[in-house]
């Protein structure tokens, strides 16, 4: 047995290293400097950010990427405020991740630091937890630990100056597995899924963030079924390799795709929420479509929409449940012959063809990520930033699987990307890392492209550089602009500066340099960053953007 000590502080980091945590990321300053210490002493790899928030990111990238909590270190008040947004986007997208962080001691009224924790970090969704003494803090880091893993929460640990240096001293080390627990369908709830399936002639499955898990088991009763597969944004890669995949349901769908969902008689979401963006404001729903909604959490179904049927349990349990009562079927319902082709065809927006709006100084954003798609190594996982651009690197990049694919949008906050990426790579460090972001995203988050460059990651970043916050530009489009419109920046060479490699890229002739850095790292296994700072040509407003802004 190992003693745990002399501090609180020491105890809160070794239990976190026994209970399995996987990375932390931080910004480390005198509130959290003994405890980020313990986490590493317990063998609990760390990386040192720039930004909170960009530490806050990396530790909600990673993860997503991993299957694995991930943590991310912070400094009492100033440094729990900075990283506020990044916290946010993981409570909203219910990142099972720590954010382990000091606080002002509670008589300490006056302190500079002081600011209400609890109160701000519970308005966004996350979880307060708090270690309140030496004697409780095996049990309070435990439990913290337990919520994050089995409730897929964001926890924030709260641990006062004055608590973390009392004296503590416990045995070690720390043996705890958690695991959520599966909740099996009533009989009746399957059974109306299988006849709404056999009164089918056109299926469509969604498979959302809470499908991610169920892949095989959903492609297995689809196949039965003779249903398309799709999947929200957030699980986009799940069904690569079907036959029968259409992408993303929503605004990132393609025509193709978008016809064939709309067309379904019968649209099952698997732990989907199936909300405006992944049925673009309905759209994709007919008024005759019988829709269910399979999910693990009683609150999720009909909480965008009405459901005609509701089905509370795993998606995996779900699907097994449902494929044995509904057994195999001769009935190819949307599984037929024309559909398969037009599938191959044309449903992938790579083979959608494009009117080149490129000039001499200005490429097309479609044009120059369909030749990046093809440039880029295929074993990537690509991250995606907010913004007007978005819509290219999520649908003209594609992805290898479900984790190669990162995609933070639940608070819509630009400048997220940055650490999401650094996060992801850490999670993937077999794949080239990738980002899709804009202008504005990007120099917000600047600070932690030194992160990037300083631990060695082979990080390609687009910059979807037209010179503005785009979104703002086509959604008020006969304001005046002046005050989201900007003079052309140099980003290659503020990233050269950072260590980086920056590409100016104006045409397709400027990837070439591009091409030389792939050499680089396909011959050597590591490069240095690659910023390709691309002067894109207006589009008008992306298609997806247009869906978006419908609802407002």
């Known amino acids: 047995m190992t003693t745990y000590g002399p501090t609180v502080a020491d105890v809160v980091g070794r239990t976190l290293a026994d209970l399995g945590v996987g990375h932390v990321f931080g910004v480390v300053g005198s509130g959290n400097f003994a405890m980020t210490n313990a986490l590493r002493a317990g063998g609990v790899p760390f990386t040192a950010a720039r930004h909170e928030g960009g530490a806050a990111m990396m530790a909600d990238g990673y993860s997503r990427m991993s299957s694995r909590v991930g943590v991310v270190s912070l400094h009492q008040g100033c440094g729990l405020t900075n990283a506020m947004t990044g916290i946010a986007e993981a409570a909203k997208s219910r990142t099972p991740m720590i954010v382990l962080t000091a606080d002002s001691p509670a008589a300490a009224l006056r302190s500079n630091f002081r600011v209400d924790q609890e109160s701000m970090v519970t308005s966004v969704g996350a979880v307060s937890e708090r270690v309140y003494s030496a004697q409780t803090v095996v049990a309070d880091v435990t439990r913290a630990y337990r919520t994050a893993e089995t409730q897929r929460r964001t926890v924030v640990l709260n641990v006062a100056i004055d608590v973390a240096a009392s004296a503590a001293s416990v045995k070690g080390p720390i043996n705890a597995v958690f695991e959520a627990p599966r909740a099996r369908p009533n009989a009746e709830a399957v059974a109306q899924l299988v006849d709404a399936i056999r009164a089918s002639k056109r299926p469509v499955f969604v498979a959302g963030r809470g499908g991610r898990g169920a892949g095989p088991e959903i492609s297995a009763l689809a196949e039965a079924s003779g249903a398309l597969l799709a999947t929200s944004a957030v699980a986009h890669g799940l069904f690569v390799d079907d036959e029968y995949a259409l992408g993303i349901s929503g605004g990132f769908s393609s025509p193709t795709s978008a016809e064939l969902i709309a067309d379904a008689d019968l649209i099952v979401g698997w732990g989907c929420a199936l909300n405006m963006w992944t049925m673009r404001h309905g759209k994709l729903i007919g008024s005759e479509t019988t829709v269910v909604q399979v999910d693990d959490d009683v609150d999720a179904i009909g909480a965008h929409r009405p459901a005609t049927i509701g089905v509370i349990g795993d998606c995996a349990l779900t699907a097994q449940d449902v494929?044995?009562?509904?057994?195999?079927?001769?009935?190819?319902?949307?599984?037929?012959?024309?559909?398969?082709?037009?599938?191959?065809?044309?449903?992938?927006?790579?083979?959608?063809?494009?009117?080149?709006?490129?000039?001499?100084?200005?490429?097309?954003?479609?044009?120059?990520?369909?030749?990046?798609?093809?440039?880029?190594?295929?074993?990537?996982?690509?991250?995606?930033?907010?913004?007007?651009?978005?819509?290219?690197?999520?649908?003209?990049?594609?992805?290898?699987?479900?984790?190669?694919?990162?995609?933070?949008?639940?608070?819509?906050?630009?400048?997220?990307?940055?650490?999401?990426?650094?996060?992801?790579?850490?999670?993937?460090?077999?794949?080239?890392p990738v980002l899709g972001t804009g202008d504005g995203g990007f120099l917000m988050s600047i600070a932690d492209l030194e992160t990037a460059v300083r631990i060695g990651l082979p990080l390609v970043v687009i910059v979807y550089n037209d010179a503005a916050y785009g979104a703002e530009v086509h959604h008020f489009t006969d304001a005046d602009h002046a005050t989201v419109t900007f003079p052309d920046t140099d980003i290659a060479a503020i990233a050269e500066g950072f260590g980086a490699r920056g590409v100016t890229v104006r045409t397709l002739d400027d990837l070439d340099g591009v091409r030389q850095w792939v050499d680089e790292f396909r011959s050597t296994g590591s490069a240095r960053p690659l910023i390709i700072d691309a002067k894109i040509a207006d589009d008008g407003g992306s298609w997806w953007l247009a869906e978006a802004f419908a609802g407002h």
């Open 323 to 432: 494929l044995s009562e509904l057994g195999q079927s001769d009935v190819s319902r949307y599984r037929t012959a024309e559909v398969v082709v037009r599938i191959a065809k044309d449903s992938r927006w790579q083979h959608v063809p494009i009117d080149d709006i490129s000039t001499t100084d200005r490429i097309d954003p479609r044009a120059l990520t369909i030749a990046l798609d093809e440039i880029l190594p295929a074993d990537r996982v690509v991250s995606i930033d907010s913004g007007n651009f978005m819509g290219y690197p999520a649908t003209h990049l594609s992805v290898p699987d479900e984790y190669g694919f990162c995609f933070t949008q639940a608070f819509q906050s630009i400048g997220l990307g940055l650490g999401t990426a650094i996060g992801a790579a850490v999670a993937q460090p077999q794949r080239l």
